[in-house]
């Protein structure tokens, strides 16, 4: 079973900074998810990436497969990137299918 | 077009009863998964069905969870004789296929709440 581990798991930082939520998992995986839930919100999807690098906007994932370890980046943060980050990792490398394994969220808090 | 829909969005009963929650899928995707999101225990994996295979049922916590999905779409999920420990909110996703390397999309849940 792939153990998920997220950091930190809060962090309270000023409008405009740089923030970077940390992922590592154990076994190697098809792709990580990056999701986001807004207090009370639904999840939604930011990224889904298997390798490299991907960028939508100010929010910037990255992946090292060979460390089993991701990154989520948000460029010059707002009050409105305040929610819940979860890292969760999909489907065994080579094969198996299966659903998704969470890690327990980074709680994020913007301050103006 | 339309997301993944779920109902009821909120469910109280009483310790005991069971309880049957729906998702409807986005259309045209053929794997659906079921999570349940609880204080203690974050998000956890329940059930996954895709197509017509038979589902993936390893992460159901006791044989009073069960599921269900009809001609590869809507997906019940059941829970005989509820205990106070199974509330939580109950997730479901869909994807276009499974395996976990395709992005999920997720429903806004619903809140089971046991007295």
């Known amino acids: 079973k792939n153990e998920v581990e997220q950091s930190p798991q809060n962090l309270t930082a000023q409008e405009g900074e740089f923030i970077t939520i940390n992922c590592s998992y154990s076994?190697?995986?098809?792709?990580l998810h990056w999701l986001q839930q807004h207090p009370g919100g639904g999840i939604v999807s930011l990224f889904m990436?298997?390798?490299g690098k991907k960028k939508h906007g100010r929010l910037i994932a990255t992946i090292n497969i060979q460390e089993k370890h991701s990154s989520l980046h948000i460029t010059a943060s707002h009050p409105r990137d305040s929610a819940v980050y979860i890292c969760?990792?999909?489907?065994?490398?080579?094969?198996?299918?299966?659903?998704?394994?969470f890690g327990k969220g980074t709680h994020l808090i913007i301050q103006p | 077009g339309a997301g993944v829909s779920q109902s009821p969005s909120n469910k109280v009963t009483e310790k005991g009863k069971d309880v049957e929650l729906r998702c409807d899928p986005i259309?045209?995707?053929?794997?659906l998964y079921w999570y349940r999101q609880s204080l203690g225990q974050g998000l956890e994996f329940l059930i996954y069905?895709?197509?017509?295979?038979?589902?993936?049922k390893s992460g159901l916590p006791s044989d009073r969870f069960s599921a269900e999905r009809t001609g590869g779409s809507v997906s019940t999920l059941t829970i005989q004789r509820t205990q106070q420990e199974d509330s939580a909110v109950y997730l479901c996703?869909?994807?276009?296929?499974?395996?976990?390397?395709?992005?999920?999309?997720f429903g806004p849940g619903t809140r089971l709440t046991v007295t």
């Open positions: 969760a990792v999909g489907g065994v490398a080579g094969g198996g299918a299966d659903g998704l394994t």
């Open positions: 259309s045209g995707h053929t794997a």
């Open positions: 990436l298997s390798s």
């Open positions: 076994v190697g995986i098809s792709a």
């Open positions: 069905f895709q197509g017509n295979s038979a589902p993936d």
């Open positions: 996703a869909s994807s276009l296929v499974g395996s976990g390397a395709y992005e999920q999309y």
